[in-house]
């Protein structure tokens, strides 16, 4: 059974940081992708960023929304059974309930080619 368990997130000011994190646990697959979403109120659920794994190599492709490139950082432990997502200088805008989620296609930044999800975890950003 797979299962995705998130921690992290919280209350911080503009221009701070805040680290997310994702234990994975039951994919079996050699290749598979985690990625991070969010939502904020009254929005669609956005694609934030997301790492491929691979059993055969021992690199992990990193892809980021526009948004977000340069200010957070995706990365995982080795075998990947963790996955972080380092958030700096966050912005007012970032606010939004966090999902981790995970995938077998080879790369997608669409929430509906991901089967499983995290419980989510809220961050908020004041000004």
């Known amino acids: 059974q797979v299962q995705l368990v998130q921690s992290g997130g919280g209350l911080v000011q503009s221009g701070g940081s805040l680290r997310l994190s994702c234990e994975v646990s039951?994919?079996?697959?050699?290749?598979?992708?985690v990625g991070w979403f969010r939502q904020a109120p009254g929005k669609e659920r956005e694609f934030v960023a997301a790492i491929r794994r691979s059993t055969i190599w021992s690199g992990g492709t990193t892809y980021y929304a526009d948004s977000v490139k340069g200010r957070f950082t995706i990365s995982r432990d080795n075998p990947m059974n963790t996955v972080y997502l380092q958030m700096n200088s966050l912005k007012p805008e970032d606010t939004a309930l966090y999902y981790c989620?995970?995938?077998?296609?080879?790369?997608?930044?669409?929430?509906?080619?991901?089967?499983?999800w995290g419980q989510g975890t809220q961050v908020t950003v004041s000004s």
């Open positions: 989620a995970a995938s077998l296609t080879y790369l997608s930044r669409s929430h509906e080619d991901y089967p499983y």
């Open positions: 039951g994919l079996t697959a050699s290749t598979h992708l």
